[in-house]
T-cell receptor, first 114, second 112 residues
Framework: DGGITQSPKYLFRKEGQNVTLSCEQNLNHDAMYWYRQDPGQGLRLIYYSQIVNDFQKGDIAEGYSVSREKKESFPLTVTSAQKNPTAFYLC?????????????FGSGTRLTVV | DAKTTQPNSMESNEEEPVHLPCNHSTISGTDYIHWYRQLPSQGPEYVIHGLTSNVNNRMASLAIAEDRKSSTLILHRATLRDAAVYYCILRDNYNQGGKLIFGQGTELSVKP
């Protein structure tokens, strides 16, 4: 079955450490997105990529980095420069064609800084 | 980015219809209206989307005002599993990378 997989489901990080969240899709979607969600809040866009080897900053990119070396993969690195990284991170993908059928989201990674 | 306005919360009784409103007075001609819902600790789930005409699928119906400045998501018979946060979002497929910009959404509770 096609879908989008995020791993790990839970992640604990010590302050000052970088950590990478994985996102893989087998939907043949061109575009991929990373969102952050804080408790009781909506989703905020961190980075997005419309095509391999290209990506753009979203609304809250500071302290994060991404790469898009393969169509299927869009990993997110939370760096030590991110002041408050504890949050629920969601990855999504979509086609870039008009008349699309929306985004497909992963099940999320909950990151906690200890 | 065009913005949407939704009520913070709504209540419904099980097996009754639910009408979730959304205002988007600054919508542009290329904006699609998308609806997603999110259960606690899960990723959002696509519900429905439309451009100008009303849309129906197995999950819900979307009624779009003639001037496109508002829309309503209709759940025909609410079940307990429909309790979630519902997001109304405008997506510009031609510009801005087709980004979805989420607002606060409407938290729907369903009473048995």
């Amino acid at each position: 079955d096609g879908g989008i997989t995020q791993s790990p489901k839970y992640l604990f990080r010590k302050e000052g450490q970088n950590v990478t969240l994985s996102c893989e899709q087998n939907l043949n979607h061109d575009a991929m997105y990373w969102y952050r969600q804080d408790p009781g809040q909506g989703l905020r866009l961190i980075y997005y990529s419309q095509i391999v080897n290209d990506f753009q900053k979203g609304d809250i990119a500071e302290g994060y980095s991404v790469s898009r070396e393969k169509k299927e993969s869009f990993p997110l690195t939370v760096t030590s420069a991110q002041k408050n990284p504890t949050a629920f991170y969601l990855c999504a993908s979509s086609t870039q064609l008009t008349g699309d059928y929306g985004y497909t989201f992963g099940s999320g990674t909950r990151l906690t800084v200890v | 980015d065009a913005k949407t306005t939704q009520p913070n919360s709504m209540e419904s009784n099980e097996e009754e219809p639910v009408h979730l409103p959304c205002n988007h007075s600054t919508i542009s001609g290329t904006d699609y209206i998308h609806w997603y819902r999110q259960l606690p600790s899960q990723g959002p789930e696509y519900v429905i989307h439309g451009l100008t005409s009303n849309v129906n699928n197995r999950m819900a119906s979307l009624a779009i005002a003639e001037d496109r400045k508002s829309s309503t998501l209709i759940l025909h018979r609410a079940t307990l599993r429909d309790a979630a946060v519902y997001y109304c979002i405008l997506r510009d497929n031609y510009n801005q990378g087709g980004k979805l910009i989420f607002g606060q959404g409407t938290e729907l509770s369903v009473k048995p």
